[in-house]
T-cell receptor
Framework: AQSVTQPDIHITVSEGASLELRCNYS??????LFWYVQSPGQGLQLLLK??????LVQGIKGFEAEFKRSQSSFNLRKPSVHWSDAAEYFC???????????FGAGTTVTVRA | SAVISQKPSRDICQRGTSLTIQCQVD?????MFWYRQQPGQSLTLIAT?????????ESGFVIDKFPISRPNLTFSTLTVSNMSPEDSSIYLC?????????????FGPGTRLTVL
């Protein structure tokens, strides 16, 4: 079955430490890939996207993600986390012949001082 | 990028009533979508709102429960009908403004609905 999986429900990280959020997808073809962030009480903001080309994608707020076709993964990383990065992070995909976003379950990131 | 507003931002409603949520975009867009985010859950697509035709609903969602209007290219409404506590969710609209090829979706701030 087609799916987007975020294995980590909740991650706690110290301010200044690095962060990596995992995302795996299961589709017949490589979909378009996205990472969104939802801060408490806020809507969704796009961090970055991958359609094709360079497999290391730079996004806003210092985030980057790496597409690995062999592992069907699109993991999100940030070298040094700030307290304002505490939020819910969603991986999402769109099939290349469609417009409908499918979301993973989300990962809650808590940042401790 | 498109700027999207939603009204109301939140509401508390009684069981059995209906609520209409408005979504306004600052530019003309082809594709508009409605999502539901139940408490502590991810987002689930309810339907695609098409201008000039009926909305296209996803599995598990029906028009009688979630009627949608799309009178023009900048506006859409979602009605949550005959509400029950299980309808308590955040409802978000989104838009995709490139009809020729997918680019990205922009999301509104959401409407937080509580049904008592």
């Amino acid at each position: 079955a087609q799916s987007v999986t975020q294995p980590d429900i909740h991650i706690t990280v110290s301010e200044g430490a690095s962060l990596e959020l995992r995302c795996n997808y299961s589709y017949g073809a490589t979909p378009y890939l996205f990472w969104y962030v939802q801060s408490p009480g806020q809507g969704l903001q796009l961090l970055l996207k991958y359609f094709s080309g360079d497999t290391l994608v730079q996004g806003i707020k210092g985030f980057e993600a790496e597409f690995k076709r062999s592992q069907s993964s699109f993991n999100l990383r940030k070298p040094s986390v700030h307290w304002s990065d505490a939020a819910e992070y969603f991986c999402a995909v769109v099939l290349t012949n469609d417009y409908k976003l499918s979301f993973g379950a989300g990962t809650t990131v808590t940042v401790r001082a | 990028s498109a700027v999207i507003s939603q009204k109301p931002s939140r509401d508390i409603c009684q069981r059995g009533t209906s609520l209409t949520i408005q979504c306004q975009v600052d530019s003309q867009v082809t594709m508009m979508f409605w999502y539901r985010q139940q408490p502590g859950q991810s987002l689930t697509l309810i339907a695609t709102a098409n201008q000039g035709s009926e909305a296209t609903y996803e599995s598990g969602f029906v028009i009688d429960k979630f009627p949608i209007s799309r009178p023009n290219l900048t506006f859409s409404t979602l009605t949550v009908s005959n509400m029950s506590p299980e309808d308590s969710s955040i409802y978000l609209c989104s838009v995709e403004d490139d009809a020729d090829s997918y680019n990205e979706q922009f999301f509104g701030p959401g409407t937080r609905l509580t049904v008592l």
